[in-house]
Every structure is written in structure tokens, then in C-alpha cells.
């Protein structure tokens, strides 16, 4: 299984990105799909979260600009990023939990992609 994240650029602040992440391989089904980031000098946080069902969850700090969406036909999730800010520079990386045919809840990461917002 491998996840493919894209999207990640410079944008000035106050302007909009969308990252995508589209899960691969022998997949029997997603769970919960999400974005983390991690800023130089910080730790890996949760920036949003989708289950199966379409139930998301935000981190405080990208309520109201950001919004998370999938598309289970396709196995990928999105991330539309509006109104950015200088702060939310890091990589961003995609997470799902899934169920291979002979393994369940598996967890699974992509690469990450980078988002510079110039102030």
C-alpha cells in the first residue's frame, strides 16, 4: 500500500492550496483518512480528519479556513487550504488507517509534501 501525496507550493499569504493523497495497493477498505504537519522545530500535529462515514474533525488552529474531503471511489483525500498563513509552513503529511484483505487497521503514511505561505 502506499499513500501519494501532492499539491504542496509557495503561495503568498492570504491565497489557497489543495492537497490531495490517493491510497494505492491492496486495499479491502479505508477507515479514517487525515493531514498532519510538522513545522521545522516542532512536533507532528493533526490537522484534519475524515472518517468513512464523512464525520471530520479540526485542529483549532485551521478551522474555518481549511476543509477535508474524500472521495472513496478513488481512495483519496483532499485538503483545500484557504486564507494560509505564514504559520501554516510545514510538510504536510497524509495518514489513513486501513484494512488490507488479511490485515486490519492498518496505518499507513505518505511522504509529505511542503507548503511555504510567504508572509
Known amino acids: 500500500v502506499q499513500l501519494q501525496a501532492s499539491g504542496g507550493g509557495l503561495v503568498q499569504a492570504g491565497g489557497s492550496l489543495r492537497l490531495s493523497c490517493a491510497a494505492s495497493g491492496s486495499i479491502f477498505s479505508i477507515n479514517d483518512m487525515g493531514w498532519y504537519r510538522q513545522a521545522p522545530g516542532k512536533e507532528r500535529e493533526l490537522v484534519a480528519a475524515?472518517?468513512?462515514?464523512?464525520?471530520?474533525n479540526y485542529a483549532d488552529s485551521v478551522k474555518g479556513r481549511f476543509t477535508i474531503s474524500r472521495d472513496n471511489a478513488k481512495n483519496t483525500v483532499y485538503l483545500q487550504m484557504n486564507s494560509l498563513k505564514p504559520e501554516d509552513t510545514a510538510v504536510y503529511y497524509c495518514?489513513?488507517?486501513?484494512?488490507?484483505?488479511?490485515?486490519?487497521?492498518?496505518?499507513?503514511w505518505g511522504k509529505g509534501t511542503l507548503v511555504t505561505v510567504s508572509s
Open positions: 495518514n489513513a488507517d486501513l484494512d488490507e484483505p488479511y490485515n486490519y487497521g492498518m496505518d499507513y
Open positions: 475524515i472518517t468513512s462515514g464523512g464525520r471530520t
